[in-house]
């Protein structure tokens, strides 16, 4: 699933606006109809960016109202920077949604639960040491702001955040402490007592702005700024020198360790077998009986449920059939869903976490007839995938570098598509993580190249406003390959194990290469599922695994 | 030819060392042989940097002297930075290398020529209100202290430099005033009365500083430290606020009018012819007559030098027969000349400047029998040049993005070269200029993309020492492909017209899609040299760019 943006309102006394990027034009214009709510599309040349738009029309002294805890660091450094000239003061200690919000939820407080060291690889003990080694190299605190970094390094999960295990917590580290700000009812006894042992002290949730501000004068605290909310940096006390840079939690998360890399093989393994068993399902079943968006999303769940260790849906299941395809995040409601024809294409993105680890994959079904524009497109796509996928490239080398293996054979026809290639995968985790990413696009601190055990989703698509949509998706594990004089070389492995839909392809589109990159990696799933198969199975897997 | 870095030698009162990077190591290891001038190889990861070993070695409040005129600004700041805690001064005003340097030439002060619009393509008025208008958004003031951007603003031309047509000058601009620093008597009476004309008035080259310092407090001036001299940025009066980025001429000159691009055309079309020549001479010499890479390479200039509008060598030309080919900046001298016999590989790179534009261009000829090894060698390099050539890709991509291409056979049998992929070229200027360029590594300031008129070259190698050495290098213009809704498409198309020698081929490592590229690249090869060519010739012509 490409990666995800913040949406913003913008809400003035006779005027309201949401800005959002390129992935949800369509599916933006089309919820916000008659709501009286302008779409402003950002990145297109004439929509001015949220500062640009309120130093225009912001009086001079205005006030600004956010909520400080919801807004990130870097994004109220834009907003600072675009009203200097107009002295706009902020107004961020009042949460302004609430008092609309009329059935809003409270903060969620489910229950936190112990990922042991056969899934996690490595203690939290052991983690904690290595968090205080690049401290001591930096600062005196770090304060954690980021859900899943807390999560990794205290090998727990909890169910806060929606298809994504994480709980609400903040932690500050030191080289003698470590402080978990967390509702200490979702942490059952056994765990606590698990974390007093590895030295974690509890403090209520709330009190994080509170510890923050009991940094010593003349300390220096490491905090990542473009990732913490404003409140949290404006608590910051005077006198603190403030190390501003990424976590290096992140940097360690997304270098699986090598138990991590056996289990996501095995995640993925149970994925595969899950997602194909559906693909079967959908080829056989539309045309013969009713099938919609949300009931294949439905079934596909109910395979994945059938497998060991099944904890959930890692996304919201994007299941688009014909035009819906093309809206690059469509989620099928009850008012949207289609029923699928034995024509077209039909999108399918999805992932599942396992205690193994999480998956995210995305395959193109043709249903039935598909016309020679669906087939083109869906084959240029498959072509970028496979380039992109069989990259042998020198340690060093960044997503940036790598980008134009999966474009090119659209840009040769002239498409292109409008997001990401690639984004890192957490273990059990966020389905999106940093810092690797493919793109080719470079912005000067995102460039961190793959190290062995990032986990990076291959991604690739093209979308046809109101015809379809086309997206081949896999995850791949960078691999240390040979080592030489002129340096070691990296490739990827395919973890993702599920077949690209032979009936979309124009075989005529395909080099001899790329036909080759196709039939091995078809060998392989048909190898890794089969045993996993019944006879039954086995025939159409072959059929699906054909060689062509 | 790569692009060439600064050497540096530090001379202690009982050490010397002579820094360099990758592409000099072999030949530098050779020359400082016997002279107690230690080889200190850049970027390896046990070598210090120049800064790092002064701190190392410099006693508290040392002095480190050096010729402020010859070290750039950015260099200092590096030691600057480096040599803080030591507190180390500098005496910069001193030219140490004067007081031993027995025989010295003195400055050059070679005349100068009026290079007419029907090379230039726009007037020297037109360029200097370009500057002007990137000027009024930006500061008062621009100081120019590169050579060839002064060359290209006046279009004049020089002979102080080796190679690169261009005269020792400065130059101040402002809206209403342009200054030139420079030896008045290299400026004959035409092309005096001539810049008068523009509004270019004259000073003497040495009162720069002097230019300088007479900037009022209070405005801004516009200096690229990175590029300036040591002085000229210690020269910058207090009071005045300096606009510290890369001049506007730097972009301007890279991208190439209509008419420029048409002479490069034809300039490479003469070229082509000249080299295509030496080609046949070489191949069918060798082995008969006696042939050294010296006399290889004066036989070379008579070719070129046949050429109507010739004006020289763009650089010493590079001849490496053999294990020659593997020193990357290797020039024959009477010492080192080797005889060239009818086997192995000779790695010819040299480039002329006509006054429809520069070439640079190598070739790799196989003389007689050649390896395995060499073969293949061969081959992986010309795969990764022919793809690069081939590349289409959005606007907005820079070298960094599309690198991957001209490496990737390598990597994928463990190999690599030192090297960057390219660089750009100016029009009868420096063979090497910004700000594009091609290699995977990002380095923030040095992303720049690809715009129509660019030219750039496009040579990926291999080196093995003590073996032999292979560069494929042609010059690219890019261009505008097709505007689609997805954004403007680019390609880019080959300058350069001389065939690859098919004796060093092994096609059964070509792709179908390679094998096409090339035979394509030879069918145009021959339809362009042909006309020029008598029937002899164009036999052999014909069978040096038949179809594989």
């Not at 990542?224 to 190390?243: F, H, K, L, M, T």
């Not at 009931?295 to 890692?314: D, I, T």
């Not at 993702?496 to 080759?516: K, N, Q, W, Y």
Request: glycine share 10%; hydrophobic share 40%; net charge negative.
């Amino acid at each position: 699933i490409p990666f995800l943006q913040r949406k913003s309102l913008v809400v003035l006394k006779d005027w309201a606006g949401l800005w959002t990027d390129g992935r949800y034009f369509l599916q933006a214009a089309d919820q916000l109809a008659g709501s009286g709510i302008e779409l402003m599309k950002s990145g297109e040349p004439e929509v001015p960016t949220i500062g640009g738009f309120l130093a225009g029309h912001l009086p001079q002294g205005g006030a600004l109202g956010f909520d400080g805890r919801t807004v990130s660091n870097s994004f109220a450094g834009t907003l600072t920077e675009a009203l200097k000239e107009k002295q706009v003061t902020f107004a961020c200690d009042k949460d302004l949604a609430d008092a609309v919000w009329i059935d809003r939820p409270a903060l969620s407080k489910e229950p936190v639960w112990e990922l042991g060291c056969e899934y996690a690889g490595a203690s939290r003990e052991d983690k904690l040491a290595r968090v205080r080694e690049e401290l001591a190299k930096k600062a005196d605190v770090i304060v954690l702001t980021a859900l899943d970094e807390i999560a990794w390094l205290l090998n727990l999960r909890g169910n806060d955040v929606q298809c994504t295990p994480v709980f609400l917590a903040f932690m500050k580290i030191t080289a003698e402490t470590a402080e978990l700000f967390v509702h200490e009812s979702i942490l059952n006894a056994d765990i606590q007592a698990k974390l007093a042992a590895a030295g974690v002290t509890l403090r209520p949730y709330e009190e994080i702005y509170a510890g923050i501000s009991e940094v010593p004068a003349g300390q220096k605290l490491w905090i990542d700024s473009s990732y913490a909310n404003y409140r949290i940096v404006q608590s910051v006390p005077e006198g603190v020198i403030v190390n501003d840079e990424a976590s290096p939690v992140i940097l360690m998360k997304s270098v699986k360790n090598a138990t991590e890399m056996a289990n996501m093989r095995q995640a993925h393994i149970k994925d595969g077998a899950a997602l194909t068993r559906f693909m079967h399902w959908l080829k056989t079943t539309v045309g013969r009986e009713p099938v919609t968006e949300l009931s294949a999303a439905a079934k596909l769940e109910g395979f994945r449920q059938e497998m060991e260790h099944y904890v959930g849906p890692s996304f919201d299941p994007i299941v688009g059939y014909g035009s819906h395809g093309a809206i690059v995040h469509y989620e099928p409601t009850p008012e949207t869903d289609a029923e699928l024809k034995p024509q077209s294409l039909c999108l399918v993105d999805t992932g599942g976490h396992y205690l193994e680890g999480t998956t995210d994959v995305t395959r193109t079904f043709a249903l039935g007839e598909t016309t020679e524009e669906e087939k083109k497109a869906f084959t240029l796509v498959l072509k970028g995938h496979l380039n992109l996928g069989a990259a042998v490239f020198r340690q060093g080398l960044c997503g940036q570098n790598l980008d134009y293996l999966a474009r090119s054979p659209l840009w040769e026809h002239g498409l292109d598509y409008n997001h990401g290639t690639g984004h890192g995968v957490g273990y059990l985790l966020s389905v999106h993580e940093g810092p690797q990413r493919i793109h080719w696009r470079i912005t000067g601190a995102k460039t961190v190249p793959f190290e062995e055990g990032m986990i990076t989703s291959n991604e690739p698509g093209v979308y046809l406003e109101g015809k379809f949509g086309i997206r081949h998706e896999n995850l791949v594990l960078t691999r240390k390959g040979e080592m030489t004089e002129y340096g070691q070389m990296m490739y990827f492995e395919n973890l993702t194990m599920v077949p690209f839909d032979l009936d979309g392809i124009d075989a005529s589109l395909l080099t001899e290469r790329e036909r080759g990159l196709l039939n091995a990696y078809h060998k392989q799933v048909y190898e890794t599922l089969a045993p996993l198969y019944s006879e039954e199975e086995k025939q159409w897997l072959a059929d699906y695994t054909a060689a062509i």
